[in-house]
């Protein structure tokens, strides 16, 4: 009996355009592992007078209007799911945790138990809270019972991207993702597609 694919979700919030590029490579990755994927975005909380103020910000918001909002529904469908937030201020940035503030239903029916997480994100220098971010984003997962699924140190990709452990992080200043951040991405969303697999048969 054929096994049905992977139901991986990633979302993803992103101000100027790294985390969108770091959430489609870990989506590509996730299709070409065969997994069914929906690639959704945190929802802008930012006042539009605010977005409207940074043209980087104005630009990258219109880029991603073709991409829908995440919703509570998107994560009961997923047997795993890929976050990736900016870094602000040593945790996921507040449209990231506002979509997560909508779970709490999902959480307290056992939904959201037993399915994978991974995460990724960037900052604008390495010491600026890439690690405390996906920890904390760890520590969300724990609470609704999921499966956490960092790469750790599987692969010399992980070395030559920073030797980040807990998930891909990139120092963002604006320039597109790296050859290495590109690898490292592919690498930790292929570990987690084969091993929702395993959980699944």
Do not use: C
């Amino acid at each position: 009996m054929t096994q049905p694919p992977v139901k991986l979700l990633v979302v993803f919030s992103s101000t100027y355009g790294t985390n969108l590029g770091m959430a489609r490579e870990a989506a590509q990755a996730a299709e070409a592992a065969g997994a069914q994927v929906r690639l959704r975005r945190a929802a802008e909380t930012a006042p539009q007078s605010v977005v409207d103020s940074q043209e980087p910000w104005k630009a990258n918001l219109q880029a991603m209007q073709d991409i829908p909002a995440a919703t509570p529904d998107d994560m009961e469908w997923a047997d795993g799911f890929v976050f990736s937030s900016p870094t602000r201020f040593g945790g996921a940035a507040s449209q990231m945790r506002a979509f997560i503030d909508t779970l709490g239903g999902l959480w307290a029916n056992g939904k959201l138990a037993g399915k994978t997480f991974s995460a990724m994100t960037s900052a604008q220098n390495p010491n600026g809270g890439q690690e405390t971010t996906l920890q904390t984003l760890y520590v969300t997962a724990m609470h609704w019972g999921a499966v956490l699924v960092p790469p750790g140190y599987t692969h010399q990709h992980i070395f030559a991207s920073g030797g980040n452990p807990y998930g891909a992080s990139v120092t963002a200043n604006g320039q597109p993702l790296s050859d290495e951040d590109r690898h490292t991405i592919r690498h930790q969303v292929n570990r987690q597609v084969e091993l929702t697999r395993k959980l699944l048969s």
